[in-house]
């Protein structure tokens, strides 16, 4: 068992349908990101979520929303989104919020290829 | 502003050693991750350097210069399964606690 599973791992979805990305993670973390990775691009914080609270949104536009009912489980609900969101989305886990070695190191899902036609 | 910068591609040979650069701008800084990406897979974590200097893993090695506001991530001895995308990442000192990403240097090791 991976230790962060996503769902789906591609989805293709129309400008006014809503659909839903899953996070889960078997670590026992604390933390919880999104993050959106678009080619030639940086990784893009979008959100973090710490003992089920967010303390992040890098203002995102409202048409993603994330959802975050305990430790291990993160979702991103999508509804109205446009082409131009089409990327990779990544969902990470660590223990704390720091980013180095035996606190905070990213342990990351392998994404969800979402399309927006 | 934060912003971390590195060279899009790099591309050596087996049994080379090639050195991936990241320079930073931020107005407070903890320390230089990096991560290694192969394609269609999960970027996986390297090293983490908070102090000046080098650390080593391995055929890996990361350096860090806070004075010059530079890194780099070391690979010895080239083997074909390291091409990949590389990333440094920044813990940067802004309220924030969650890390800021290069836009990665995709390393081709070629025969």
């Known amino acids: 068992e991976t230790g962060v599973t996503q769902t789906p791992r591609h989805l293709v979805m129309g400008m006014t349908n809503k659909k839903s990305l899953k996070c889960e993670q078997h670590?026992?973390?604390?933390?919880m990101y999104w993050y959106k990775q678009s080619a030639k691009k940086p990784l893009e914080l979008m959100f973090v979520?710490?003992?089920?609270?967010?303390?992040e949104n890098n203002s995102v536009p409202s048409r993603f929303s994330p959802e975050c009912p305990n430790s291990s489980h993160l979702f991103l609900h999508l509804h109205t989104l446009q082409p131009e969101d089409s990327a990779l989305y990544l969902c990470?886990?660590?223990?704390?919020?720091?980013?180095?070695?035996?606190?905070?190191?990213?342990?990351f899902g392998e994404g969800s290829r979402l399309t927006v036609l | 502003g934060q912003s971390l910068e590195q060279p899009s591609e790099v591309t050596a040979v087996e049994g080379a050693i090639v050195q991936i650069n990241c320079t930073y701008q931020?107005?407070?800084?903890?320390?230089l991750s990096w991560y290694q990406q192969h394609d269609g897979g999960a970027p996986t974590f390297l090293s983490y350097n908070a102090l000046d200097g080098l650390e080593e893993t391995g055929r890996f090695s990361s350096f860090l210069s806070r004075s010059d506001s530079y890194g780099y991530l070391l690979l010895q001895e080239l083997q074909m399964k390291d091409s990949a995308s590389y990333f440094c990442?920044?813990?940067?000192?802004?309220?924030?606690?969650?890390?800021?990403f290069g836009s990665g240097t995709r390393l081709q090791v070629q025969p």
């Open positions: 979520y710490n003992f089920k609270e967010q303390t």
């Open positions: 990442a920044g813990d940067m000192d802004t309220g924030r606690r969650a890390l800021t």
């Open positions: 670590l026992g973390h604390n933390a």
């Open positions: 990470a886990s660590s223990q704390g919020l720091a980013g180095g070695r035996d606190t905070g190191e990213l342990f």
């Open positions: 931020t107005s407070g800084f903890y320390g």
